[in-house]
């Protein structure tokens, strides 16, 4: 069975009606590209940089990260490459950087709002991808944007490393693409606006979960209750996905949902065509997306988003699971 699959990674990603659904991958090192290539993944959708960050007793330099997102965007060969700024915080630590002891990690200083309050450090990373967008299909993104105002800082800084670049003659991506990781529910809330100001949507499902639902992703007390297929969430997603439509950016989703087979119906219906996975998960979703029938599995997701519980809408998913795996 394994072997069946390897045989998919050459195979295009395309359901029985023809519908194209993109599938690249989610990965923290240059080992675990590999292993996305191997398995078919056409680029990367979300290159998590913090692992980078990590295990060490200092910040990476400019040239560190230079070297290692040269190399991924070189690897990709002309796929893109989505490269996200730093998102410590939260659950993720680093030795050498003085966090707060907080009482909500995951509400406290993270992500976006650290590297706006460190902006050297923040440059410099910016600085790093932008040299490596050089030599490859480099974008950038910001984790965990709840405002315009952030997008804008955030904006500023890459301005000023541009500038600077430009003053010392080292070449970049003029037209390097920015986009945000939706991931906050004040972000899903002004999506129209976010979307006016940058180039496109990723839907960072882990985070949108854990916010939308107020259910701490790391407690397993009330694992339980964290849901993906909630209605609230289901809502969210096609808040997200309608404004990135209307404002005609491009949407993709790269939390764990992406690879759990019984959401691809619903990207279906709500128009997503490009998924973020991680490595593991790229030859079992390619199966699913081979096997389905575009039309058919939207309409299915049409009618399972006028359900109203996360039971009724679970039972129906189950259903589907045996029937089409
Ligand atoms: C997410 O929140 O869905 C996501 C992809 O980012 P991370 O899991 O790294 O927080
Ligand atoms: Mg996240």
Redesign the pocket.
Known sequence: RKQQLELLSKVDSVTRDGVRVRLSA?ISSVKELEIALKNGAEGVG?F?T?FMYMDRHALPTEQEQLDIYRLVAEKAGGESVVI?TL?IG???ELDYFELPEEENPFLGYR?IRICLDHRDMFKTQLRAILRASAHGKVKIMY?MISSLEELRAAGDVLDEAKRELDREGIAYDRSIEVGI?I?VPAAVAIADLLAGECDFF?????????YVLAVD?MNEHIAHMYNPYHPAVLRMLRATINAAHDAGIPVSV????AGDERSLPFWLHLGVHRL?MSPQSLLRIKQSVLHTTARDAAAMAADWMKLRTSNEIERELDIYIKAFH
């Open positions: 989610n979300l998590r913090e996200r998102d939260g659950d993720k992500a984790p990781m991931e990723s839907i960072g499902s882990n985070d949108l979960v854990q992703r790269c939390g764990e949902m973020s």
